[in-house]
Structure formats: structure tokens, C-alpha cells
């Protein structure tokens, strides 16, 4: 069997300690894309048909919406022959204390009954949240590990964190 790392990822204006700046590519993929190095597993976005604003002051308010709503924001595309891999790596930021709303839809959307889920969360100081319950609740019939929260600000430098929770 094999293994898939499932991420949301946003690029644009982002918070780091303190002030805001823009980054071309998100913190969420930087690590994904390090995972994927280390575990030879395969990639997969979730992407948004709608993308939060690239202003992250905007981008904020819409997500703190879309929580309070409940929404399921459409998804691009669910990942094709999900039954193939045995490990999910599930990987995303903390939006308001859990995952942003686009990985509820995407992980309701996908049966995990049998799988390993491994979360892993960026956070810029909020830590995993409550996204560990939340991922359990959408992950029914997972094997849902303990998780781990990576600081945004240090994601080229969590080389060997990463690999010790791989």
C-alpha cells in the first residue's frame, strides 16, 4: 500500500510573529513538500474552487465565516484511487483553532474506514487547536495518530522534528 500527504496550503500575505508578510509559497506545502522527500509519498492539494483573499486580514475574516457558517467550501478535486493508500498524512494550518473549512469538505468527501491519518499542523502560535477531535470526527473508521504543530515561521528549519514524528 501507499501513502498520501493531503494538504491545504495558502501563499500570499502571511502572519509571522508579530507582522505580516508575503510568501510565494505557502508554510502548509513547504512541509508537505519536505514530508514527501522523507516518506516517498504522493502529494495532493486541496484547492478551493473560491480562494480565500490574498490579503490576510480578508482572508481571516473569511475563514472565521465560513467556520461560524459551518461551510463546505467546494474543493477542486478529491484525490483519484483513495483506496490505494493505507497512511493519509494530513496536513494544514490552523484557521480559528481547527483546519480551514475546504479540508472539512475534502476529508468528508473521502471514505478513510482501514487508513492510518497522521495530522500535521502550521500555526504561527495556536498550536494544533482543536483540529485533532475535528480531524477524527471526519476521518470515521481512521487510525487517527497523535499530531504535530510546526511554527510557520520555522518550516525550513523543522527537518529533523519532522522526521522523528514520521
Known amino acids: 500500500m501507499a501513502a498520501l500527504i493531503l494538504y491545504y496550503s495558502r501563499a500570499a500575505e502571511n502572519y509571522f510573529g508579530g507582522s505580516l508578510k508575503y510568501i510565494d509559497k505557502g508554510n502548509t506545502e513547504v512541509v508537505a513538500e519536505k ?29 472565521k465565516r465560513d467556520l461560524n457558517a459551518g461551510a463546505r467550501p467546494e474543493v477542486r478535486a478529491l484525490p483519484d484511487d483513495f483506496d490505494k493508500y493505507d497512511t493519509v498524512i494530513l496536513m494544514y494550518p490552523n484557521y480559528w483553532g481547527t483546519m480551514p473549512m475546504p479540508m472539512f469538505t475534502a476529508l468528508e468527501g473521502l471514505d478513510f474506514t482501514g487508513k492510518t491519518v497522521c495530522p500535521l499542523c502550521t500555526h504561527e502560535g495556536s498550536g494544533l487547536g482543536r483540529s485533532e477531535v475535528d480531524v477524527k470526527k471526519c476521518c470515521k473508521g481512521a487510525d487517527v495518530k497523535r499530531g504535530l504543530a510546526i511554527r510557520g515561521s520555522s518550516v525550513y528549519d523543522c527537518d529533523d522534528m519532522l522526521k522523528g514524528w514520521l
Open 35 to 63: 514530508a514527501a522527500k522523507i516518506t516517498g509519498a504522493e502529494l495532493f492539494k486541496v484547492e478551493p474552487v473560491t480562494p480565500y483573499s490574498d490579503d490576510y486580514n480578508t482572508c481571516i475574516n473569511e475563514a
